[in-house]
């Protein structure tokens, strides 16, 4: 069984990724397909533009019948490599840049993950999408096939800060419902409470005196509280106030 030092495994995996790239190429998706494992079992397949779990050689034929017709033709921009051997050992990371480190002597599957670069077809011409992939090969004999291969869009700074965004806005919304909700029971609590007393006596008068301030804000205000909560809570804080309350008589 050959014995790999650092670079030939390096050499192989971008082999391996040329010939995968090159059957794109064809625009055979037969081809394409034949790159992956046809054992039972083994293969794992998350493509970058269906929802489907691909397990077996038909079902990815049937995705890149779609796929190559875009005129497909990939570059890689980062990658790293990790190798195992035929023991099943702990991966051991090598970086594309070359840095050296120590590999497995019998390497019966490495995994090549990184950054890639499409440039596909589309309505308005040639377009680049960018996304994360990763790909498990496995020899089989004198041969190397996919088991794993999960490519996914890299996800753009203008998505992540929509994401952002709208989760600050629902925990907002979240808090001003919870501050109106409990200005609701304050308010309650003090109509029964004065419907107890007005069944009990003709009048109520509320002495003059002045009533406790309620507790301040003392805890920092994260920023993305808005305004409508602060004003929710100046609400509730008059609400609580007995003197802002007509009694009936």
Not at 5 to 12: A, G, I, P, S, Y
Not at 114 to 130: A, E, K, N, Q
Not at 215 to 244: G, N
């Amino acid at each position: 069984m050959p014995i790999f030092r650092t670079d030939d495994v390096k050499k192989l995996g971008k082999e391996n990724f040329k010939l995968w790239n090159d059957a794109l190429a064809t625009k055979d998706p037969k081809k394409v397909a034949a790159m992956y494992s046809s054992t039972e079992g083994e293969l794992s397949f998350l493509p970058t533009v269906s929802p489907d779990h691909v397990k077996k050689i038909p079902g990815t034929e049937d995705y890149f019948k779609e796929f190559v017709k875009k005129n497909p033709a990939g570059t890689i921009t980062d990658e790293v490599f990790q190798m195992l051997d035929s023991g099943g050992t702990t991966p051991t990371a090598m970086a594309g840049d070359g840095q050296p480190g120590p590999v497995p002597g019998r390497v019966q599957a490495y995994l090549h993950s990184g950054m890639y670069t499409f440039m596909l077809d589309g309505p308005g011409g040639r377009t680049p999408v960018s996304a994360r992939f990763s790909y498990m090969w496995k020899r089989y004999g004198k041969e190397w096939k996919i088991t794993h291969h999960h490519s996914s869009a890299t996800p753009s700074s203008t998505t992540a800060a929509t994401s952002t965004y709208e989760m600050q806005k629902y925990i907002s919304d979240l808090a001003i419902a919870a501050v109106a909700m409990a200005a609701l029971a304050a308010v309650a609590a003090l109509a029964a409470a004065a419907k107890a007393f007005s069944n009990k006596a003709p009048s109520i008068t509320i002495p003059p005196a002045p009533a406790p301030a309620p507790p301040p804000l003392t805890a920092p205000v994260p920023t993305f509280v808005s305004q409508e909560i602060m004003q929710a809570y100046s609400v509730c804080s008059k609400l609580t106030d007995p003197r802002a309350i007509a009694l009936p008589v």
